[in-house]
């Protein structure tokens, strides 16, 4: 088997096809956790704002989306396309984050994410540590509702 080469690049909204790409695969449908392409183009366009693309032979694998200000950053967004899991990079996407926020003097990084989301694992092995949690914060596509726990580490 070859041997499959993973890069990391950083984007801005040109690359929205191939967050899209991403997107599309890697929110599962039934958590209406997705965020639309005028969603994502918001975002893009506000100061410290930060997006990172991870390719691995040139297909999209995953991306992670941050906002820093005043010493202090949030991920939004971090998704990897099913078919490059358990590949590391989640992981990479994660660090890289992390780097990013070493070099723009951050002193913490924040996150949100369902309480059931296998990324829990992911983010509790690089450091971060749960500080609260949100019942029936989010509302599935079925009408559900779904806890959110709020994460954070120090840079």
Known sequence: MA???LILRHGDARDAASIDTVMAAAFDPRYGEAWTRSQCLGVLAMPGVHL?????DDQPAGFSLTR????????????VAPGFRRTGVGGT???GVIADCQSRDVTILHLEVR????AVALYEANGFAKLGERRAYY???DGRHYDA??????I
């Open 3 to 5: 041997t499959r080469s």
């Open 52 to 56: 990172t693309l991870a390719f691995i």
């Open 68 to 79: 820093a200000i005043a010493g202090e950053a949030e991920l939004l967004l971090l998704a």
């Open 93 to 95: 996407l994660l660090r």
């Open 115 to 118: 309480a059931d989301n296998d």
């Open 139 to 141: 509302r599935g596509r």
């Open 149 to 154: 726990h709020t994460y954070s580490r120090p």
